[in-house]
């Protein structure tokens, strides 16, 4: 256990120093849970390796991803250089995430981390690499008009008119940049009221996990209208009562090539090749819903096109 420890912190130092450019005097905040507390003690231990003035927050587990932290989380975030998140929800599509980059924090966001990304998942890969794939894919989704997702016999259309592509690098150097990590996917906001169509999602969903059977999720106007599948009932229950839940907020490509598919979202959907949709909140990143939800659901091997022009295919992207 005490081997293992060392190798987090060694892990974590790295990615301080290389993912997050932390320097020394920087004020670092870990946040984290007590499902995630371990691997915020070895962030907090290597942020003061680093020399980063460092503190370690451990807060109650919130309820659902999107779901806004206390307000003393939320202050105690907008105060720091560097926040690191390894927590059980997500805190990246939240007001407190966005507040704390406008004063300026670079913000990395863990919802889900688990050792294992630490030791053999994407956490490992070449960011560099990752990165500047990342940026070619969101150049595409920023210059697109419209998406089409096809996944065997259904097909998803929506306008990204409009809207601006995000680039989750991992690499986070400069005020205000934020992020997940492990990263690598390129993301956009759909213009609202425009999802038209059903897809055939099959790999893994936010409060579901790895799905054994898949899901056929149907929009009409932009918004979620029906659900099959076996595990369907305990997609609408996540969703909650919010009509906004229903909102398609989120169109992602996955860029880092050492991801696997294991059903935490925060490594599914950086997935190499593959694309993602969310329901929910989308205000923090373009878009104009606050739903205080935010639910990926990743499919394994779809076609995507942007403005008719194939950019996904057989687990590849086409550039």
Request: glycine share 10%; hydrophobic share 40%; with cysteine.
């Amino acid at each position: 256990m005490m081997s293992d420890q060392k190798s987090l912190i060694e892990i974590a130092k790295k990615l301080l120093t290389i993912n997050m450019g932390v320097t020394s005097g920087e004020k670092l905040l870990v946040l984290c849970d007590d499902i995630t507390q371990n691997i915020g003690d070895a962030i907090f231990k290597a942020g003061m390796e680093v020399k980063a003035r460092s503190f370690l927050l451990c807060m109650q587990k919130l309820e659902r991803s999107g779901m806004e932290p206390d307000e003393l989380v939320a202050k105690a975030m907008t105060m720091s250089d560097v926040v690191m998140a390894p927590t059980s929800a997500s805190l990246t599509h939240t007001q407190a995430r966005k507040n704390a980059c406008s004063c300026g924090a670079r913000i990395a966001t863990m919802p889900g981390i688990t050792e294992d990304m630490f030791f053999n998942g994407p956490i490992n890969a070449d960011y560099e690499k990752v990165e500047k794939l990342t940026k070619k894919v969101t150049a595409l989704l920023d210059e697109a008009r419209s998406a089409r997702i096809v996944t065997g016999k259904y097909t998803l259309s929506m306008s990204l008119e409009e809207r601006r592509g995000i680039a989750s690098t991992g690499m986070y150097h400069n005020k205000g940049e934020s992020g997940n990590l492990p990263s690598g996917e390129a993301y956009i906001a759909p213009f609202e009221g425009t999802a038209t169509g059903s897809v055939l999602v099959d790999g893994s969903c936010v409060g579901i996990g790895l799905l054994n059977s898949p899901l056929v999720l149907e929009f009409d106007r932009g918004l979620m209208v029906n659900a099959k599948g076996d595990c369907a009932d305990r997609l609408l229950r996540v969703l909650g009562d919010n009509p906004n839940a229903r909102n398609l907020a989120e169109l992602g490509i996955g860029t880092n090539d050492k991801a696997r598919l294991t059903g935490v979202i925060l490594e599914d959907e950086k997935i190499y090749g593959s694309v993602h949709i969310a329901m929910g909140s989308n205000d923090t990143f373009g878009g104009k819903v606050a739903a205080g939800v935010h639910v990926d659901a990743v499919m394994r091997s779809p076609e995507l096109y942007l403005d008719d022009i194939l950019v996904v295919k057989d687990g590849k992207i086409w550039i």
